[in-house]
């Protein structure tokens, strides 16, 4: 972002950026940063706080009118809201107890099985909200979850969709069905990332799938699915915490 | 996350060895009031419609949203997995603040909102980004857009 800014500056535009990272914001020394203390995803912090993300905004907006250039890094001063846990939240039951990865059809009975469970919650986050994240795949969720149980069977060679490749498709469907989970979770309380990371990764089926995919993939003779399987599957974060 | 010291050590270490380009020049626009500005939102999120071409790694070019659309129309594909994405699965305003951009303007605190807004991805290696960027700055200034600001993810 800081590079970007530099081009549009030096293009004649006055700009201002949110940096999540101020190391890289001192490194490059844009015009204008407002360093906020948020976690990498949520620039303008805590989600439905509106009142907060605006006062983000404020803060940003108004570096254009200061003349304290020509690299000029401001604090966000406000505390890191947000990230503290809800200690109300429940999370959705899963089927995720006693797994057996080696019993493929037992695990694609589960899936289905926690997917239907979290329906209902899906529905009417989607209701409240007005919108779902979910449709980078352009499948439905039992086509993706069928699509990433093929994985569990041998039959992962033929992609659903024509216009891409079997990998792609996983990586896409992956992001769709992640989505469908967080939506379904976070539609009651306000559980923080980290509640809601732990949630998926220690307690649902498809957090296990994922994993076991993940180590799959990457032992694949298809470089396609070796990609996917290291980059895209589980974040950085989870493959430490939980010693993948 | 107040500091990189904060992360855990392996996103430390992702973050400390990203490569930032040193750059010489420092351009710095001076502008009238905010009450007079449009302004228009550059997200490295990875954001764009339902039914426009999804981002790859290496993608450098940018997708167009049109100011005003359906919250439920806007897709992220960022190629990276690294981050929290479950705020922004809640409410599009922590990367993407239209909404407040749109208040602001009716509220007088700014002068405008520009005709669009734009995403990039923000896991290609941004000097490879440098002529689509200024290509960008051209289609804002004949949108009369002055002031922008850029949101990363």
């Known amino acids: 972002m800081s590079?970007?800014?530099h081009y549009l500056e030096e293009e004649g535009l006055a700009t201002t950026i949110l940096s999540l990272v101020r190391l890289?914001?001192?490194?490059?020394?844009?015009?204008?940063?407002?360093?906020?203390?948020?976690?990498?995803?949520?620039?303008?912090?805590?989600?439905?706080?509106?009142?907060?993300q605006r006062e983000v905004l404020e803060q940003a907006l108004g570096l254009l009118e200061s003349n304290d250039g020509p690299s000029l890094i401001s604090d966000f001063g406000h505390i890191n809201v947000g990230a503290e846990p809800d200690e109300n939240w429940s999370p959705p039951a899963t089927a995720f107890s006693d797994l057996d990865m080696a019993?493929?059809?037992?695990?694609?009975?589960?899936l289905k099985d926690e997917i239907e469970t979290l329906l209902p919650s899906y529905t009417l986050a989607k209701e409240a909200r007005g919108r779902s994240t979910v449709g980078i795949a352009k499948l439905t969720i039992d086509e993706i979850a069928d699509h990433i149980l093929s994985f569990l069977d041998g039959s992962h060679e033929l992609s659903p969709r024509e216009d891409l490749s079997s990998a792609m498709v996983l990586r896409f469907g992956?992001?769709?069905?992640?989505?469908?989970?967080?939506?379904?979770?976070?539609?009651?309380?306000?559980?923080?990332?980290?509640?809601?990371?732990?949630?998926?990764?220690?307690?649902?089926?498809?957090?296990?799938?994922?994993?076991?995919?993940?180590?799959?993939?990457m032992d694949h003779s298809d470089k396609r699915f070796n990609i996917v399987g290291s980059k895209?599957?589980?974040?950085?974060?989870?493959?430490?915490?939980?010693?993948? | 996350?107040?500091?990189?010291?904060?992360?855990?050590?392996?996103?430390?270490h992702h973050l400390n060895e990203v490569e930032c380009p040193v750059l010489e020049n420092k351009p710095w626009v001076r502008g009238g009031p905010l009450k007079e500005r449009r302004i228009a939102i550059v997200s490295s999120a990875g954001l764009h419609l339902r039914s426009d071409q999804h981002f790859t790694g290496g993608d450098h070019?940018?997708?167009?949203?049109?100011?005003?659309?359906d919250p439920d129309d806007i897709l992220m594909s960022h190629v990276s997995v690294n981050?929290?994405?479950?705020?922004?699965?809640?409410?599009?305003?922590?990367?993407?603040?239209?909404?407040?951009?749109?208040?602001?303007?009716?509220?007088?605190?700014?002068?405008?909102?520009?005709?669009?807004h734009y995403s990039f991805m923000g896991a290609t290696d941004p000097r490879e980004m440098e002529d689509d960027a200024r290509q960008l700055a051209g289609v804002l200034k004949s949108d009369q857009v002055d002031s922008v600001i850029l949101l990363p993810v």
């Open chain 1, 24 to 52: 890289h914001s001192e490194k490059v020394a844009p015009p204008r940063t407002l360093f906020v203390p948020y976690e990498l995803g949520r620039p303008l912090g805590p989600p439905n706080n509106h009142a907060l």
């Open chain 2, 1 to 12: 996350m107040v500091d990189v010291r904060t992360l855990p050590e392996i996103m430390q």
């Open chain 2, 61 to 69: 070019s940018y997708r167009v949203i049109p100011n005003g659309t």
């Open chain 1, 232 to 244: 895209f599957l589980v974040p950085r974060i989870w493959i430490d915490e939980l010693n993948l």
């Open chain 1, 174 to 217: 992956v992001d769709d069905l992640k989505a469908f989970y967080a939506e379904a979770a976070s539609h009651s309380g306000s559980p923080s990332s980290w509640q809601l990371g732990n949630w998926f990764w220690r307690d649902t089926v498809f957090g296990q799938i994922l994993i076991s995919l993940r180590a799959a993939a």
């Open chain 1, 103 to 110: 019993d493929a059809t037992d695990v694609a009975r589960r």
């Open chain 2, 83 to 116: 981050y929290d994405r479950t705020a922004y699965q809640q409410d599009i305003n922590v990367v993407f603040p239209m909404k407040h951009l749109a208040d602001m303007a009716e509220e007088g605190l700014i002068g405008s909102v520009a005709s669009n």
């Open chain 1, 3 to 5: 590079v970007l800014a």
